[in-house]
Structures are given as C-alpha cells and as structure tokens.
C-alpha cells in the first residue's frame, strides 16, 4: 500500500465486525450524550425543545465526538474497547476528521455500502478511510 494511509503491523486493515463493534458503542454513548443534552435543554427552558436548533446542535455535539477523540487519541471510546485506532502517515488532524466524519455519514446515507467495500476494495479499505487517506487497525493485546 505504498503512498496509502498506514496500517496494523501486519500489514491489514480492521475487520468489519470490529468496526460495526466499536460503532455500537459509540452509538450507545452518543445516545447518552444526547439524552443529557436534552434534559438538560428541557430543564433550563421549562418546555419543550424541538426544531432544527436542536437537531443541529445534537449534529454538531456528534461530530465534534467523534473529531476529538479522532484528533486527540486516534480513537474514540468504542474503538478503544475493540482495541481500534486510526492512523495516518502524517498524523490525524481536524481537516482528515470531518472529511472523516462526511465520508461516513455518506456511507451510513448508502445504507452502509461506504463500510462494506472494504470487501471489494484490493487494499480492504473503507470509504471513510480512501477519504480521510487513514485507515482504521486493530492493535494487539497487551500482555
């Protein structure tokens, strides 16, 4: 994979049943987040909250989730159960993160043929991981 984003170090991406793993997790969390954020709009304003401000900010609340553990660890809390990280030859910054972030919202928008070309694609590659020229691996077990 020469010139292509970095991978484990025996040379292969993640599987995708890792990776639908850690998705599940972060889902869980995100759901945690948001319900927070909800009672906690609830509370403040005394009424309901509804409409695209607070679908926004609920947008904008999983993006910057996923950018900060993206940026900050290489990996988001599902991934660190699974034992997956990112890595990039240059290093994981914001601009990879939202092209990250777009990439797999496209996916998910494709009903999750983003994620399952990685079995079609020679290198095993996601759409999110062409996109954000990074790709996800599974670290070994520690001893």
């Not at 025996?10 to 009672?39: E, K, N, Q, S």
């Not at 900050?72 to 809390?77: A, D, E, I, N, V």
């Amino acid at each position: 994979m020469s010139g292509g984003p970095a991978t484990s170090p025996d040379g292969t991406p993640a599987p995708l049943r890792y990776r639908f793993a850690a998705m599940l997790y972060d889902a869980l969390v995100m759901l945690a987040i948001w319900v927070t954020t909800i009672v906690a709009l609830v509370t403040l304003i005394g009424d309901a909250v509804v409409g695209a401000w607070v679908q926004s900010l609920l947008f904008v609340e999983l993006y910057a989730f996923f950018a900060f553990f993206w940026c900050r660890r290489g990996q988001t809390l599902g991934m660190l159960a699974w034992r997956l990280r990112l890595q990039s030859a240059g290093g994981f910054g914001p601009r990879q993160a939202l092209r990250r972030f777009v990439a797999g919202m496209v996916s998910f928008a494709a009903l999750g043929l983003g994620f399952f070309w990685m079995w079609f694609d020679k290198d095993r590659l996601t759409w999110s991981d062409r996109f954000s020229r990074s790709v996800v691996v599974r670290e070994p077990k520690r001893r």
